[in-house]
């Protein structure tokens, strides 16, 4: 069975920082999807990025980019000039298969991330 | 454009009963998904919904089950309620074709408490 890992329960990061969290999983699959989701205290999980498992290029959104390590089965999110806006819970999220038929994620843990100012 | 709407946004019940969470999907999307996520832990599948029929299941007792309408909004029903059913109930939608197939949006969730 798939499983993902985040092994940092709490991060911390001063304002304009940088910051990685911290993502594995475990799979025996080829193709699949993974994703990092955002969890505000509003509770809606908001998709930051995705990666799809066939790319070898790191997808990046703005100030979000992920190192995908796919023989290491690594996925870690790396947040640059961090706002305080950024403060939530972030959790790491696999899917497989492409297309759209299943809606099936495997979520980890998740890291609560803090910003100092 | 509407996201996906969830209700109620909480609820309590006591233990026994049985309770019923309802989702709207984003417009354009035609498939719903139910996910549990109890305190300080990650969203865990409970089912996906398609076409108005179950496609896919996760590791969920009987007493969860749902419902999928023409229009393809979606409900949860969840029987003979136990205490360890507290969580937080969030509802996501996806279309299944065209673009950006298997995106999926979170609605902000229905938060249970079983006393």
């Known amino acids: 069975a798939q499983t993902v890992t985040q092994s940092q329960p709490e991060m911390s990061v001063q304002e304009a920082e940088t910051v990685t969290l911290s993502c594995t999983y475990d799979t025996s699959e080829s193709d699949y999807y993974l994703f990092w989701y955002k969890q505000p205290p509003s509770r809606q999980m908001i998709l930051v990025i995705r990666?799809?498992?066939?790319?070898?290029q790191n997808a990046t959104e703005n100030r979000f980019s992920v190192n995908f390590q796919k023989a290491a089965k690594s996925f870690s999110l790396k947040i640059s000039d961090s706002q305080l806006g950024d403060a939530a819970m972030y959790f790491c999220a696999y899917r497989e298969g492409q297309g759209g038929a299943t809606n099936k994620l495997i979520f980890g843990t998740g890291t609560l991330l803090a910003v100092q100012p | 454009d509407a996201g996906v709407t969830q209700s109620p946004t909480h609820l309590i019940k006591t233990r026994g009963q049985q309770v019923t969470l309802r989702c709207s999907p984003k417009s354009g999307h035609d498939t719903v998904s139910w996910y549990q996520q109890a305190l300080g832990q990650g969203p865990q599948f409970i089912f996906q919904?398609?076409?108005?029929?179950?496609?896919q299941r996760g590791n969920f007792p009987d007493r969860f089950s749902g419902h999928q309408f023409p229009n393809y909004s979606s409900e949860l029903n969840v029987n003979a309620l136990l205490l360890g059913d507290s969580a937080l109930y969030l509802c996501a939608s996806s279309r299944v074709r065209g673009p950006n197939t298997g995106e999926l949006f979170f609605g902000e969730g229905s938060r249970l408490t079983v006393l």
């Open positions: 919904y398609y076409e108005e029929e179950e496609r």
């Open positions: 990666q799809e498992a066939y790319k070898q």
